[in-house]
Each structure stands twice: as C-alpha cells, then as structure tokens.
C-alpha cells in the first residue's frame, strides 16, 4: 500500500469506499450504512470526535477490504455519523505501516 495522502480509495463488498489514514484516531470506524450485510457484535469502545463530544456507536464488528487490490482486514466500530472508513492508529499499528509525512507515503511491511 503507498497512498500518497491520507485519502484512499478502498473496496468493500465490491464498492468503492473513500477511506482516511487517520493517526489522530485510536480506533478504526466504519459508516454504518456500509455493514448492512455483517456480523455486529455489541460495542466495546466509547469514541469521542477531536473537539471531545461523543461519536455515536451502533456496534464493532471485523471486516475485509481491499486497497490497491490488497485484501485488508480490520476490526472497526460502527457509527451512523461516519460517512467513510477511518482506519486508526489500532490499524496502522497492527500493520506495521510506516507513515513519511514529508513523502507523503504511508507504508507497510505486511506481505
């Protein structure tokens, strides 16, 4: 994956889905008008947008997507106030993306 800004497009379920590369948000979010077809399991995770008033969660749930032809997954919260999928700090971590801001590359070092 080398996205040259934090824009993306990703695919899910066969669907273009604008996708941000967000390192200011801990937790991956997904629209909830996207998993109408998935397996939510009841929500672990309190969120809060940056000026600290609370994002609405519906659910969590695991999903696959794709980035560049890549198949992806991640574990995402649901909420009916995203209109995208924001793929956090959890994600990058656990990809072990490298992030050059001045590059504008975001890398990682799956396979």
Known sequence: MVPTRVYVEARFED???????????DRSVIGK???KNVELNPPQY???????????VDRDTSICFTIDGRLLTANV???????ELLLGTDWL??????WDF??????????
């Open 15 to 25: 669907k273009p889905i604008g996708c941000l590369l967000d390192s200011g948000c």
């Open 93 to 98: 971590v656990e990809n072990g993306c490298k």
């Open 102 to 111: 001045a590059a504008e590359q975001c890398t990682s070092v799956i396979s």
């Open 46 to 56: 309190e969120l809060f947008a940056a000026n600290k008033t609370r994002l609405p």
């Open 33 to 35: 008008k996207f998993v």
């Open 77 to 83: 919260s649901v909420s009916p106030a995203v209109d």
